[in-house]
């Protein structure tokens, strides 16, 4: 499984970024897809998840300003990200999570650079 980011770069406050993650093969097979991010210093973190039914979780810092969603004839994830913070700043990788013979897999992409300038 290969998951490829792509739609990180710089912006200023206030602005928007859309993050893509294209599977390798269908994304039906996956339970759970979603975003996590990982600042300077800190853990990696989950930002937001959609499950195969299209149930969404997010991170309280994020509500109301990020939204996932999953293409699936095109085997991609998204992420817009609206009313981007500098504390928004961080590498985002995207994951997926899979259950293949009652044992749990996480896959992950190589991550892709948002940095947000006050």
């Known amino acids: 499984v290969q998951l490829v980011e792509s739609g990180g770069g710089l912006v200023q406050a206030g602005e928007s970024l859309r993050l893509s993650c294209k599977a390798s093969g269908s994304i039906f097979r996956f339970n759970v897809m979603g975003w996590y991010r990982q600042a300077p210093g800190k853990e990696r973190e989950l930002v937001a998840e959609?499950?195969?039914?299209?149930?969404?979780i997010y991170a309280d810092s994020v509500k109301g300003r990020f939204t996932v969603s999953r293409d699936n004839a095109e085997n991609t994830v998204y992420l817009q990200m609206n009313s981007l913070k500098p504390e928004d700043t961080a590498v985002y990788y995207c994951n997926a999570k899979e259950t293949l013979y009652y044992r749990d897999y996480d896959y992950w992409g190589q991550g892709t650079l948002v940095t947000v300038s006050s």
């Open positions: 959609i499950t195969k039914r299209g149930t969404t």
